[in-house]
């Protein structure tokens, strides 16, 4: 057996890999998430969903003018037996007001842009906060034009992928919204605690009043893991790489508190803990965390940091 978080081969039965302490998905959890992840394909949630709120927005259009049709000619039938004209004029006119509505949102959700997750969620982002788009939590830092590498002594010690931000804020149309929160790995150094995305198609949009990156958190979690282990041996090797604009680190100077919770038993498929980051101001990020093996690397790592089981 391979382990998939950093290849080393294991011997069956082994429930967590002796050389990174990954999860070997040896459960039926494990197993259905992987059948899952196979059977969506590369793209994840974010086509199917796409293609479901087309169809139901298509529906709706069809829907609504066959009863403004039908609406229409009862009412032209009343008005000939004396009912006032302007009641009808009211109740015919309701179909069109929300077939408007569902046009409206047609051209949003016509408009997404799958193959450019990041070039589309900076642009939505952007009309929503204008100079503001980026999403900072004082006491920490946002990469800003830089691209993400390692600076001068920093090394690796260890990450965590796929987790997913607690905290939510969103802006758009009911079909199409973008959340300001993306960041999906994070990598602990012995200088800062780096947080990131590995973009999936759709990545930090809500499409269909869902969240794909959650989704994809728990569906496509073997995807999201070799994107992350990838972009952790690009960045060891001294590459550097693209980020989403809300990507942030925090310095291990400024990390004040670790406060971790581990879910065990049936929910674990669903999230296997939570862990959020308290800085020098006060602030903190909150994060659920698929993997509970990652929650068992990330604690220890984090010396001459205040430590917090919920």
């Known amino acids: 057996m391979e382990c998939p978080k950093c290849g080393t081969s294991c011997a069956e039965g082994l ?28 793209g994840g949630i974010a086509p199917v969903t796409l293609s479901r709120t087309r169809i139901s927005n298509r529906r709706a259009v069809v829907f609504l003018l066959c009863m403004f049709i039908v609406l229409l000619i009862v009412f032209s039938m009343a008005v000939t037996k ?31 842009d799958l193959n450019n997750p990041s070039n589309y969620y900076t642009e939505q982002l952007e009309k929503k906060y204008g100079d503001k788009a980026v ?37 758009g149309t009911s079909s199409v919204s973008v ?3 993306t960041e999906n790995t994070i990598i602990v150094t012995n200088q800062r605690v780096v947080f990131l ?26 995807t999201i893991q070799d994107m992350a282990q990838k972009r952790v041996e690009e960045l060891k090797t001294g590459g550097s790489s693209d980020h989403f604009p809300n990507d942030f680190w925090i310095d291990r100077n400024s990390l004040t508190q670790v406060d971790y919770l ?24 909150r994060y659920n965390v698929v993997e509970g093996s990652d929650i068992d690397r990330l604690v220890p790592v984090l010396h001459a940091v205040k430590k917090h089981m919920l």
């Open 262 to 285: 581990k879910i065990l038993g049936p929910m674990k498929y669903a999230a296997a803990g939570a862990i959020s980051f308290r800085v020098d101001t006060g602030n903190k990020v």
């Open 135 to 171: 999403s900072t939590v004082a006491g920490t830092n946002v990469f800003g034009n830089s691209a993400v590498q390692l600076q001068k002594g920093e090394e690796i010690i260890t990450y965590a992928s796929p987790v997913y931000r607690l905290q939510t804020s969103s802006s």
């Open 179 to 181: 959340e300001r929160y």
């Open 15 to 42: 429930s967590d890999c002796p050389s990174c302490g990954n999860s070997l998905n040896s459960t039926l959890t494990g197993r259905i998430a992987n059948e899952v992840d196979s059977t969506l394909g590369p």
């Open 82 to 112: 004396g009912v006032p004209i302007y009641i009808g004029v009211f109740f015919t006119i309701l179909p069109l007001i929300f077939l408007g509505l569902i046009l409206y949102q047609n051209r949003a959700v016509s408009r997404v």
């Open 197 to 222: 995305t590995c973009p999936l198609p759709g990545q930090g949009l809500l499409l269909g009043g869902g969240s794909q990156d959650m989704w994809n958190d728990m569906l496509k979690r073997r």
